[in-house]
């Protein structure tokens, strides 16, 4: 029944890619220019843009609403729906991603204007069946999630955190996190598991790695 | 949001000349917008309060000297597309010039600092809730000639000091007091060529023209602020108050920075936060504490001085004695500061 049901209905994600042509591959990400195309002259207001990310390491070619925000980019047009939509202001931090590495607020962010930018998304740490990142393992052994909606957004802003070296201590940690708002109130966990993982993600970068 | 023309600028001058050309009205009214960090005009665009038919994307010029922080003995310079949190960490910047530093710090969260620049930081619009509720008929600033929701409204964040009987909205940025508590100067270019003025004459107080933001005239871009430094200016420091501990906009703050030689003040400055409708300079606390030892006495008089004018309202009266105690606690602060 199951397997019927998989080769009559495309899944969400295979659908979606009828919007967007995927490249895959490492090797390819590694040639990616990393630079904005250039772009002529103005034209007209409706007319969808062409932006070029290169999402969790796959080169993706959109066409887009000029309007769209790198949030509803991933969600809505890549499948990626990990990112969650908090409050779509500013304000809360649920749609965290990391642009060239450094972390951002993709509801804030026009995906017009990262065209030719590298995106992390918390589907980019791990892939079915390897291990879990170690900040999602973290998040894990610490218990710092309940309903889970801020999760992805905390462990992402969580390794900008690291990255930055903005993770000294108790107090940086919460300083440097206060973007990342938890209507469930883990805070002391989330804390905890930074603590947890703050040397793994060190180690991970020394590498090169997310 | 309304859609909108998108157009990448590789040069300066290039953004300069694709913007469109229009008389200077209502801000919100404006045909055009330039995009930085986008983490306040795409916000009120989608809340459509601003509505570009033009967006002039102005990241590529990062490239530039517009995205470089540059210091050497005479002059500090801060590129208009410097990120926040950048500058916040720029190590010569916390050491030469901490308030500057901290006002960016203390300012937003790391991720919006990270997106955010300073030139956007700067132009910033109120976070007046009236302002950035469409809904409401009544904003002076939205609708020029509509009457102010907030007057009579909930008010409890509007300001006290630089207010009119059209608009007491509060400015909500950080970053502007400690540049003119510095005396900085930004530099802007135009259709007609670059000019400097001072960054305390870049914001415009409210009058009977509260639509009206700033002096920059259509079009023109922040390209720097540049700062001299002197030596005392290590002697500066940012304190802000707010309703929680971090991420969240002032109730109010000082900025001040004090050149001070055996206990006696030779230049003391002044600029506050979360209480006025700008970057506000308090000439006349400053007057008090120069050519005069410091003092817990004089420190007083000059919050005093600073709120002499303050004109309150239903829900913000309390602002006047915050703000008081946040100045003479930032003045006791940097006097006792290691410099
Ligand atoms: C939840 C939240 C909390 C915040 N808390 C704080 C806070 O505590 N303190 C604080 O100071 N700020 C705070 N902010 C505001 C934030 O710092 C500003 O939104 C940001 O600094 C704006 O910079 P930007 O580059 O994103 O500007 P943009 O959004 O890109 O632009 C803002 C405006 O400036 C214009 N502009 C941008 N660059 C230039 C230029 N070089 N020349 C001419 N015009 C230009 C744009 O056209 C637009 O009108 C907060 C924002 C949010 C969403
Ligand atoms: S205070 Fe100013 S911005 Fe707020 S409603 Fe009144 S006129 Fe509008
Ligand atoms: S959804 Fe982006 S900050 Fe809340
Ligand atoms: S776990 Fe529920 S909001 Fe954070």
Redesign the interface.
Known sequence: MSNNRASFTPSRRKFLMTTASSAAGPVIARAFTGEARAQSAPRNQREPVGVRLEVNGHVQDLSLDVRTTLLDALREHLGLTGSKKGCDQGQCGACTVLVDGRRVLGCLTLAASVDGRSITTIEGLTSPGQELHPMQQAFVDQDAFQCGYCTSGQIMSAIGCVHEGHAENDADIREYMSGNLCRCAAYPNIVAAIKQAKAATQSRLASKET | ????????A?SPSFAVQ?FPSGSAGPDVESPGQY?A???NL??LM??DVLRP???I?I??LASSPLGIISTNAQELRLGALVHM?DAADHPEINRAVPVIAQSLRLA?????R??ASLGGNVLQRTRCPYYRDVSYSQCNKRRPGSGCAALDGFNRMHAVLGTSDQCIATYPGDFAQALIALDAQVELQGANGTRAISVGALHRRPGDRPDLETTLAPGEMITAFVIKPAPWMRRSLYLKIRDR???EFALASAAVAMDLEDGRVREARIALGGVATVPWRAQAAEALLRDQLFSEANAQAAADAAFAGARTREHNAFKVELGKRTLKRALTEVAAMEA
């Open positions: 949001m309304r859609p909108f023309i998108y157009t990448r590789n694709t995009l960090g986008g983490t795409i916000d989608k809340i038919q033009h967006v994307d990241n590529a949190a937003a969260s790391q991720q919006l990270n997106m501990g971090s991420y």
